[in-house]
């Protein structure tokens, strides 16, 4: 066969190659008769250039001569005009010299009516010659262009046949070496087919004999052993306990701590989402601290309020479906009973979404409707209108596919098995549309909060919220992506376990009978547990005498062990517990010399400036030393009483009284606003993340639109290029065309300068005669 194919290839090469051979030779034959035409046009046109350049001589030699006889005619005239007084003197032998001069008139207005008429004539053939070269110049100029042009395409078509068919060549020499190198070990790989088929039947014949031996064998096993087949109907085989595949369960265990990490992470995203919208409510349009709130707004925030309840029992959902999965179960869509458990929690959160969507567009709507909403912020609150009603028609639809994979586990006939991959697929579907849809909103709120920050009256507050809002709607974004492509990525296995089952049959019939089943695995666990539980050894008693004093001695000495270490351990924690309490002390005695320092400066600014400046400070130093004394001995007689986390610290004033309660309130108030600030620093720091990774996108789209423009101008440098070299080519072509036209014009000059020599010439001759005939008619 594939010498045959490389026969016809070869044949149909052949066939084309002589096709080109002709076109080819047809070809060069047009070329050179083209090539000759434009030779003999050619020397047509240098022919017709010559004869142009005689007519211009002989053209430029009469009008020369014209103007010699104009000049002679003015001569004469003048010489008339002269002998006319002359005339009337002596009027005899005027008349008689009157005559000739008439008669030589005449002759000479004959032969001026002659030159005249000539040169006219020698006028109209030059124009006319003139015109019919140029006609004809014009028309052999573009003649012998586009034979030019026809010749460059004939040699660009005969280079691109020789070049294909050169390439043909070369492609058909490497197939060849390609099929040879091919036939040779194709027939080695038959020779070993050939070898293997021989050994294959009779490993055949072997396998056969001993198939049918094995038959007969389990076939009267059979007939005697075996009273009923329970694999004959799917009631009965439903019952019975499949092969435990303890891979499978463990991937499925896998999947399931996979998926619930992802519903934990959307979970938070939507706990986040919805917490900080009802926060909005109460800043945007109005700010609930200054004024009061739509009574829409209030409902709607009072809905939002209630989210944890609708969104977090999704988790316990999740949680509880991961802890059903087992290393010792089955899992199928049939015995997944707390799937009917997350597709209620997954409904009850729909409804919740159902009962907030017409408050939220109401709200966007009373946005759009404040004085402070421009054209662009209700643009963008139109869209978020358009993207809610989407993500609650998303979770509906995914809410319908979860409900319809929790039926077999229910209802026995409310799923058929030949629909599971195609709600299973359509789930995936729904996924994907879940987190399109997540990052429409997204890109539509991060537009919105930019707009909002950009307003004069945008507070600090407002900000924070739509930061934190965007960042919400960001995990969620990405929390939805990572639970579509671990759907699709799972998708091909879900679809391929759900044939897990009973032996000979499609699988489970009824949750029932998946429950039986369930219980009748147990009990065989059980029972090959019981079998296969080894029987104890028993010991030498010399060797059990040995090991219980060993065990004795371990066992006092690892009590005294344990109970150093409880020992220490309570040690370590009265010491840190002092530790507290000797830190909190010291603080409160700082701030009580600090009150101290205070007060006697106040005593002593109050008393004259001049009395005992020196004393004051004596006497506050000392009270200081005394304070700080008593305060060391009050807390090494006195031990403190715990009565919160903090303790409660004995503060002595003047009158020694405690102010436990002042202390407690100091320190509370310096914790909240700890949190307050770490709280904001936070929230500025997901702000800041926000941003730096719009901008970071912003940067990659700029980098591949340069990187674009870049490629782009590349091209343009590269036919820039080539135009630069066509154009040098074309400046040489000029430099020499220009050359052989100044080689031509000095030809042109050089047969003028002959011309003028020629005609200075015939001037000299006839100011020679002109000189002889004035002389004659002077002696006349």
Same mark, same amino acid.
């Given at each position: 066969?594939?010498?045959? &194919?490389?026969?016809?290839?070869?044949?149909?090469?052949?066939?084309?190659?002589?096709?080109?051979?002709?076109?080819?030779?047809?070809?060069?034959?047009?070329?050179?008769?083209?090539?000759?035409?434009?030779?003999?046009?050619?020397?047509?046109?240098?022919?017709?250039?010559?004869?142009?350049?005689?007519?211009?001589?002989? #053209?430029?030699?009469?009008?020369?001569?014209?103007?010699?006889?104009?000049?002679?005619?003015?001569?004469?005239?003048?010489?008339?005009?002269?002998?006319?007084?002359?005339?009337?003197?002596?009027?005899?032998?005027?008349?008689?010299?009157?005559?000739?001069?008439?008669?030589?008139?005449?002759?000479?207005?004959?032969?001026?009516?002659?030159?005249? &008429?000539?040169?006219?004539?020698?006028? *109209?053939?030059?124009?006319?010659?003139?015109?019919?070269?140029?006609?004809?110049?014009?028309?052999?100029?573009?003649?012998?262009?586009? $034979?030019? #042009?026809?010749?460059?395409?004939?040699?660009?078509?005969?280079?691109? /046949?020789?070049?294909?068919?050169?390439?043909?060549?070369?492609?058909?020499?490497?197939?060849?070496?390609?099929?040879?190198?091919?036939?040779?070990?194709?027939?080695?790989?038959?020779?070993?087919?050939?070898?293997?088929?021989?050994?294959?039947?009779?490993?055949?014949?072997?396998?056969?004999?001993?198939?049918?031996?094995?038959?007969?064998?389990?076939?009267?096993?059979?007939?005697?052993?075996?009273?009923?087949?329970?694999? @004959?109907?799917?009631? =009965?085989?439903?019952?019975?306990?499949?092969?435990?595949?303890?891979?499978?369960?463990?991937?499925?265990?896998?999947?399931?701590?996979?998926?619930? !990490?992802?519903?934990?992470?959307?979970?938070?995203?939507?706990?986040?989402?919805?917490?900080?919208?009802?926060?909005?409510?109460?800043?945007?349009?109005?700010?609930?601290?200054?004024?009061?709130?739509?009574?829409?707004?209030?409902?709607?925030?009072? =809905?939002?309020?209630?989210?944890?309840?609708?969104?977090?029992?999704?988790?316990?959902?999740?949680?509880?479906?991961?802890?059903? *999965?087992?290393?010792?179960?089955?899992?199928?869509?049939?015995?997944?009973?707390?799937?009917?458990?997350?597709? %209620?929690?997954?409904?009850?959160?729909?409804?919740?979404?159902? @009962?907030?969507?017409?408050?939220?567009?109401?709200?966007?709507?009373?946005?759009?409707?404040?004085?402070?909403?421009?054209?662009?912020?209700?643009?963008?609150?139109?869209? $978020?209108?358009?993207?809610?009603?989407?993500?609650?028609?998303?979770?509906?639809?995914?809410?319908?596919? *979860?409900? /319809?994979?929790?039926?077999?586990?229910? %209802?026995?006939?409310?799923?058929?098995?030949?629909?599971?991959?195609?709600?299973?697929?359509?789930?995936?579907?729904?996924?994907?549309?879940?987190?399109?849809?997540?990052?429409?909103? +997204?890109?539509?709120?991060?537009?919105?909060?930019?707009?909002?920050?950009?307003?004069?009256?945008?507070?600090?507050?407002? *900000?924070?919220?739509?930061?934190?809002?965007?960042?919400?709607?960001? !995990?969620?974004?990405?929390?939805?992506?990572?639970?579509? +492509?671990?759907?699709?990525?799972?998708?091909?296995?879900?679809?391929?376990?759900?044939?897990?089952?009973?032996?000979?049959?499609?699988?489970?019939?009824?949750?029932?009978?998946?429950?039986? #089943?369930?219980?009748?695995?147990?009990?065989?666990?059980?029972?090959? @547990?019981?079998?296969?539980?080894?029987?104890?050894?028993?010991?030498?008693?010399?060797?059990?005498?040995?090991?219980?004093?060993?065990?004795?001695?371990?066992?006092?000495?690892?009590?005294?062990?344990?109970?150093?270490?409880?020992?220490?351990?309570?040690?370590?924690?009265?010491?840190?517990?002092?530790?507290?309490?000797?830190?909190?002390?010291?603080?409160?005695?700082?701030?009580?010399?600090?009150?101290?320092?205070?007060?006697?400066?106040? @005593?002593?600014?109050?008393?004259?400036?001049?009395?005992?400046?020196?004393?004051?400070?004596?006497?506050?130093?000392?009270?200081?030393?005394?304070?700080?004394?008593?305060?060391?001995?009050?807390?090494?007689? &006195?031990?403190?009483?715990?009565?919160?986390?903090?303790?409660?610290?004995?503060?002595?004033?003047?009158?020694?009284?405690?102010?436990?309660?002042?202390?407690?309130? /100091?320190?509370?108030?310096?914790? #909240?606003?700890?949190?307050? %600030?770490?709280? +904001?620093?936070?929230?500025?720091?997901?702000?800041?993340?926000?941003?730096?990774?719009?901008?970071?996108?912003?940067?990659?789209?700029?980098?591949? /639109? !340069?990187?674009?423009?870049?490629?782009?101008?590349?091209?343009?440098?590269?036919?820039?290029?080539?135009?630069?070299?066509?154009?040098?080519?074309?400046?040489?072509?000029?430099?020499?065309?220009?050359?052989?036209?100044?080689?031509?014009?000095?030809?042109?000059?050089?047969?003028?300068?002959?011309?003028?020599?020629?005609?200075?010439?015939?001037?000299?001759?006839?100011?020679?005669?002109?000189?002889?005939?004035?002389?004659?008619?002077?002696?006349?």
């Amino acid at each position: 066969m594939a010498s045959a &194919e490389l026969q016809g290839k070869y044949q149909k090469l052949a066939q084309e190659y002589s096709k080109l051979r002709a076109q080819n030779q047809v070809l060069k034959k047009g070329v050179v008769d083209e090539q000759a035409n434009s030779a003999a046009l050619k020397e047509q046109l240098k022919m017709k250039d010559q004869s142009l350049r005689k007519l211009q001589q002989e #053209m430029d030699s009469l009008t020369f001569r014209n103007l010699q006889l104009a000049k002679r005619v003015e001569l004469l005239q003048d010489e008339l005009a002269l002998s006319e007084p002359r005339g009337k003197k002596n009027k005899k032998s005027g008349e008689s010299s009157s005559q000739l001069s008439q008669e030589q008139k005449s002759v000479f207005d004959e032969d001026l009516q002659k030159k005249i &008429e000539e040169n006219e004539r020698l006028h *109209i053939q030059f124009f006319e010659a003139d015109e019919q070269h140029k006609h004809v110049e014009a028309e052999l100029r573009s003649r012998l262009a586009t $034979l030019e #042009m026809e010749a460059a395409q004939h040699q660009a078509v005969v280079d691109g /046949l020789t070049r294909k068919y050169m390439e043909t060549i070369e492609k058909l020499q490497n197939d060849k070496a390609k099929l040879e190198v091919k036939s040779q070990t194709l027939e080695k790989e038959a020779k070993e087919c050939r070898l293997r088929t021989e050994e294959c039947q009779l490993q055949l014949k072997n396998l056969h004999e001993d198939l049918s031996g094995r038959l007969e064998e389990s076939l009267s096993i059979i007939t005697e052993k075996v009273p009923f087949n329970d694999t @004959k109907y799917s009631q =009965y085989n439903a019952l019975n306990v499949p092969l435990h595949n303890r891979r499978h369960q463990l991937k499925m265990r896998d999947i399931a701590g996979q998926a619930l !990490a992802f519903v934990q992470d959307l979970v938070t995203a939507l706990l986040n989402f919805h917490t900080y919208t009802e926060q909005r409510i109460q800043i945007f349009p109005i700010d609930s601290a200054i004024d009061t709130i739509s009574p829409l707004n209030q409902k709607f925030s009072q =809905y939002l309020h209630e989210n944890a309840s609708y969104v977090r029992p999704l988790e316990e959902g999740m949680l509880h479906l991961f802890e059903s *999965i087992t290393e010792d179960t089955v899992t199928v869509l049939e015995t997944t009973v707390k799937l009917k458990t997350f597709s %209620e929690h997954l409904t009850s959160y729909i409804c919740f979404l159902r @009962k907030i969507l017409p408050y939220q567009l109401k709200s966007l709507e009373e946005e759009c409707e404040s004085s402070l909403c421009t054209s662009a912020l209700r643009a963008r609150n139109l869209e $978020l209108s358009q993207d809610m009603k989407k993500m609650t028609a998303v979770f509906e639809k995914l809410q319908t596919y *979860i409900v /319809l994979l929790a039926l077999p586990s229910t %209802e026995p006939d409310g799923l058929l098995q030949t629909n599971y991959s195609s709600v299973l697929t359509n789930v995936g579907a729904a996924l994907h549309g879940f987190h399109d849809v997540m990052k429409d909103i +997204s890109k539509h709120y991060s537009q919105k909060a930019t707009i909002e920050h950009e307003l004069p009256t945008a507070t600090q507050k407002l *900000i924070t919220t739509n930061d934190c809002i965007l960042s919400s709607v960001v !995990a969620l974004t990405n929390a939805a992506g990572k639970i579509a +492509s671990f759907f699709s990525n799972n998708v091909d296995y879900f679809i391929a376990s759900l044939s897990y089952g009973p032996k000979a049959a499609s699988g489970f019939i009824s949750p029932l009978s998946a429950e039986c #089943m369930l219980q009748y695995k147990k009990k065989a666990a059980a029972y090959m @547990k019981a079998l296969r539980k080894p029987l104890l050894e028993s010991v030498p008693y010399e060797e059990a005498l040995a090991n219980r004093r060993v065990l004795l001695s371990s066992t006092e000495s690892r009590e005294g062990l344990a109970q150093q270490v409880q020992q220490s351990l309570e040690k370590i924690s009265k010491l840190e517990q002092e530790k507290e309490h000797w830190m909190l002390e010291a603080q409160l005695a700082k701030i009580k010399l600090e009150k101290e320092n205070q007060r006697i400066a106040d @005593k002593l600014r109050s008393t004259s400036s001049g009395q005992g400046l020196g004393l004051a400070q004596e006497n506050a130093t000392g009270v200081n030393v005394a304070g700080q004394e008593e305060a060391s001995a009050k807390a090494v007689l &006195e031990p403190a009483q715990s009565t919160s986390l903090i303790g409660i610290l004995t503060r002595t004033s003047d009158n020694e009284v405690p102010d436990v309660e002042s202390r407690e309130d /100091l320190i509370k108030n310096h914790y #909240m606003a700890r949190i307050v %600030e770490l709280t +904001s620093q936070l929230q500025l720091a997901d702000s800041k993340s926000v941003h730096f990774y719009a901008e970071c996108r912003a940067l990659s789209k700029r980098l591949a /639109l !340069a990187e674009k423009s870049k490629e782009a101008l590349t091209e343009e440098m590269k036919v820039a290029g080539q135009n630069i070299s066509r154009l040098q080519d074309e400046l040489t072509t000029t430099k020499r065309s220009y050359e052989d036209q100044l080689s031509m014009m000095s030809d042109h000059l050089c047969s003028m300068n002959e011309t003028l020599s020629k005609q200075r010439e015939e001037i000299d001759t006839l100011k020679m005669s002109s000189k002889g005939n004035s002389k004659k008619n002077k002696s006349r």
